[in-house]
């Protein structure tokens, strides 16, 4: 049977379009734990420019009897499209739709028009829904044993129970060679991903994490990592996205994974430069796991930093974590690693001057980039609830807007429209341009010098001469303007828009039972 795994194409403005373009692992997985058939992944934010030409060919050459669309809440506009077309053109073709805003929201489309194009809806894990929905079609399986799946009978859709976690010692290595293109990059250099662990049991109320696996948090076997580190050495990669929700929430596994990550290092073809994501609170804990990351391949390392203010970490339920993020950044640069922060701000009591300080603090902790990000109500979360009953919330049915860039709330002091210009404004007076500093260099020497001395100082006269001719307000509102024209593409919509305006918290079952019955054997 032939099948066709589609990733989104949109990104955030922060990743400007085409300066990466990194792979989705998860259609990777699913195609590697779908054996006896023949599975092609599609990452079509490699054909961002021409998608409905490149979404014409997979329907026509390729001829998918299964379609797969894997979304983010901000990718789903695009995602149905893409159903509505196929559907347009072959009737017959299955199509099925998992991801984060399908875990969350199965309810909502189901009971949409969209019921008209999705057959399936796959909640939490995937890896081996393909297979099985496979063996429903063949009449090898009834269709209420798929767990953790939705799917339409006539008019009716039917929601089965939810799929226990995933044992992840039983899964297959990623299938990286079904990908149809070629190209995936992080920057001038080869890029891909890979995960060693899934889950993360910290309790932030403005993140989505739980609603795909719980407070839970598991892990690969080392073998099984050391396994794909060889498979994307062998495939030149060289950039690698540690796709972790929370490494660092077993500080002694992690070393342990350390250590055997270094022993492999000199036999590998290529030396990979890996990108963490990590707790300050992990990070801050030892010096000596710092040092063994660094030996291991982490080269950059991304905190989740969120804000200068004790009181709203507290409120957002992320702990006062304000003198330990600056324990971590002092340890990772001491390791000779860099140190990318995560800033949020748009939070109810935050006015001009509050950002400027949030700011102000993240240019002294002496960060090689932030993300200056402005707190998005996800459906399904806690902030999502709070910021509803407080009357924050501004843009609360039309998903597109919500990739952590846009204003979708405004706070007591400011409008949505202003908090995205002090956010813009202030970021470029405080934080400024990149520039490579030492940490940097050491891993990037060439790329560095070439930047310091010859890109960033003709960008910032560029941007100097430009905000003259235009005066700073217009210069704003040109940016902004070519961010939204970023991720328009020339689909046709669904004749009917999917919009949401409320969503109650919704508590999903986690069953932990075939992993415990693994580990009592």
Not at 141 to 163: C, I, M, T, W
Not at 183 to 204: F, K, N, Q
């Amino acid at each position: 049977m032939r099948v066709a795994l589609c990733a989104m194409p949109e990104v955030s403005p922060w990743i400007r379009g085409e300066g990466w373009h990194i792979p989705n692992l998860a259609l990777c997985n699913v195609a590697g734990n779908t054996p006896g058939h023949d599975v092609v992944v599609f990452d079509l934010n490699r054909r961002r420019r021409h998608l409905r030409r490149a979404v014409e060919k997979i329907l026509d050459r390729f001829d998918p009897h299964i379609l797969g669309l894997s979304a983010m809440t901000f990718q789903y506009d695009t995602a149905r499209a893409i159903a509505w077309l196929a559907k347009q053109r072959n009737p017959q073709t299955v199509t099925v739709l998992g991801g984060y805003h399908a875990s969350m929201l199965h309810r909502e489309i189901a009971a949409s028009w969209d019921h008209n194009i999705i057959d399936w809806i796959v909640r939490g894990e995937g890896d081996r829904a393909i297979a099985e929905i496979i063996e429903v079609i063949t009449r090898v399986r009834e269709p209420s044993q798929v767990l953790g799946a939705s799917f339409k009978d006539g008019d009716d859709y039917h929601h089965n129970d939810d799929r226990p976690l995933q044992d992840l010692a039983t899964l297959e290595l990623p299938a990286r060679h079904r990908r149809a293109y070629i190209g995936a990059h992080l920057g001038l250099w080869p890029a891909d991903v890979i995960e060693t662990s899934r889950g993360c049991t910290l309790a932030c109320n403005f993140c989505s994490m739980n609603t795909m696996y719980g407070k839970s948090h598991r892990f690969f076997p080392t073998d099984y990592v050391l396994r794909d580190i060889e498979q994307l050495s062998q495939r030149f990669a060289k950039e690698v996205f540690c796709a972790d929700d929370n490494i660092t929430n077993d500080l002694v596994r992690l070393e342990a994974l350390c250590d055997a990550i270094i022993a492999q290092r000199p036999k590998l073809r290529t030396k990979l430069r890996i990108t963490a994501q990590a707790t300050c609170a992990g990070i801050a804990q030892s010096q000596q796991l710092v040092d063994k990351l660094a030996q291991a391949g982490v080269t950059k390392v991304f905190l989740g930093i969120e804000n200068a203010s004790s009181k709203t970490l507290k409120e957002i339920k992320k702990g006062d974590i304000v003198e330990l993020t600056k324990t971590a950044v002092s340890r990772l640069h001491q390791a000779g690693i860099i140190c990318v922060g995560g800033c949020i701000v748009g939070f109810p009591d935050d006015d001009v001057e509050t950002i400027r300080k949030n700011f102000e603090f993240f240019k002294a902790l002496g960060l090689e980039h932030t993300t200056p990000q402005i707190i998005t109500p996800y459906p399904g979360t806690g902030s999502r609830e709070i910021a509803l009953r407080e009357g924050y919330v501004t843009n609360d049915d039309d998903l597109r807007w919500y990739n952590d860039f846009w204003a979708n709330v405004r706070t007591k002091h400011l409008s949505s429209s202003e908090l995205e210009y002090w956010r813009w404004k202030l970021a470029r007076d405080v934080i400024g341009p990149f520039r490579a500093t030492e940490v940097y260099q050491k891993h990037y020497p060439v790329a560095s010098q070439v930047w310091n001395h010859a890109f960033m100082p003709a960008y910032k006269l560029f941007d100097r001469t430009l905000t003259r001719t235009l005066g700073e307000r217009r210069r704003y509102e040109r940016a902004m303007e070519s961010f939204r024209q970023m991720d328009v593409f020339d689909l046709d919509p669904p004749p009917v828009p999917f919009r949401i305006k409320t969503l109650p918290l919704r508590k999903r079952s986690f069953s932990m039972k075939g992993l415990q019955q693994r580990s009592a054997t």
